[in-house]
Nanobody, 115 residues
Framework: QVQLVESGGGLVQPGGSLRLSCVASGSIVSFNGMAWYRQAPGKQRELVAA???????VYADSVKGRFTISRDNAKNTVYLQMNSLKPEDTAVYYC?????????WGQGTQVTVSS
């Protein structure tokens, strides 16, 4: 069973940066597209960014130009570099496949943007 472990969240001021990491068990990062999602309180989980196994990327309009998704196949890790953070980026961030069927969801990592 695939396990996904997210980390790197925290409290940051508006305009600040964070780098999230998602470590996957096995070699799924090498052979699958991966994605970052987020879920804010009272809202549905939404796709933030995705990267194909070939390295192509897509981003939600709300994060284009500010967030960058990348992968390190040797480390089975997917990253999300988040710059110019805004209060509306506050959410729990998760990684998973970009399409169903999904792997079991990890615990996520909390990102809070506040002054």
């Amino acid at each position: 069973q695939v396990q996904l472990v997210e980390s790197g969240g925290g409290l940051v001021q508006p305009g600040g940066s964070l780098r999230l990491s998602c470590v996957a068990s096995g070699s799924i990062v090498s052979f699958n597209g991966m994605a970052w999602y987020r879920q804010a309180p009272g809202k549905q989980r939404e796709l933030v960014a995705a990267i194909s196994n070939g390295g192509s990327t897509v981003y939600a309009d709300s994060v284009k130009g500010r967030f960058t998704i990348s992968r390190d196949n040797a480390k089975n890790t997917v990253y999300l570099q988040m710059n110019s953070l805004k209060p509306e980026d506050t959410a729990v961030y998760y990684c998973n496949y970009p399409l169903s069927p999904f792997a079991s969801w990890g615990q996520g990592t909390q990102v809070t943007v506040s002054s």
